[in-house]
């Protein structure tokens, strides 16, 4: 099993050009999640969906959209970037069990650099 | 906004030392998760206490939850040069209906050898 699956690794952008990156996950799970990591600030939710077709808005959506078209799969898009979005990039998934919890499983993230 | 903030933001010890990390949450929950960060990877959980529970171990790791203070501790026991690594809690957000988890700003631990 991969687990969790972010494309590209790293990548840099000039202001206003728009990018895609991409999640996969093979573990059948129904929930995903994106992230954002900046320096001091731990982990803050962009968007996350509890199932395909599904999307819903996180903490800091603004500047982003999203797609969940196939259950494996969780595309985040920056449509014009900006250097405000210069941000280390984390997918995760999850499989809510009954009893509530809901264990998180990471990628290893994509670094974006916003010029 | 931070549904949970850890203390200290940095800890320094020396092998075989115990790490003791604190994080405060601010809304109701039903558990918090500790998850571990190595430089440049993706968080790996750690341990789940729900909110029933007063003391939880997992091999070197002892949480405790005090939810009439909205606090919670992660100690590591007997540390490792490979214990180096960010430490973050974590909450299921009433915001999102419990769907997704709301972490705080880290720890970040460094044991010397």
């Known amino acids: 099993n991969a687990g969790v699956t972010q494309t590209p690794k790293f990548r840099v952008l000039k202001t206003g050009q728009s990018m895609t990156l991409l999640c996969a996950q093979d573990?059948?799970?129904?929930?995903m999640y994106w992230y954002r990591q900046d320096p001091g600030m731990g982990l803050r939710l962009i968007h996350y969906s509890v199932g395909e077709g599904t999307t819903a808005k996180g903490e800091v959506p603004d500047g982003y959209n999203v797609s969940r078209l196939k259950k494996q799969n969780f595309l985040l898009g920056l449509e014009s970037a900006a250097p405000s979005q210069t941000s280390v990039y984390f997918c995760?998934?999850?499989?809510?069990?009954?009893?509530?919890?809901?264990?998180?499983?990471f990628g290893a993230g994509s670094r974006l650099t916003v010029l | 906004s931070q549904q949970g903030e850890e203390d200290p933001q940095a800890l320094s010890i020396q092998e075989g030392e115990n790490a003791t990390m604190n994080c405060s949450y601010k809304?109701?929950?039903?558990?918090l998760q500790w998850y571990r960060q190595n430089s440049g990877r993706g968080l790996v959980h750690l341990i789940l206490i729900r909110s029933n529970e007063r003391e939880k171990h997992s091999g070197r790791l002892r949480v405790t939850l005090d939810t009439s203070k909205k606090s919670s501790s992660l100690l590591i026991t007997a540390s490792r040069a490979a214990d180096t690594a960010s430490y973050f809690c974590?909450?299921?957000?009433?915001?999102?209906?419990?769907?997704?988890?709301?972490f705080g700003s880290g720890t970040r631990l460094q044991v010397q050898p």
């Open positions: 809304t109701s929950i039903n558990n």
């Open positions: 573990m059948n799970h129904e929930y």
């Open positions: 995760a998934s999850s499989y809510p069990r009954v009893s509530g919890a809901n264990v998180l499983t």
């Open positions: 974590a909450t299921d957000g009433r915001d999102t209906g419990r769907r997704a988890l709301t």
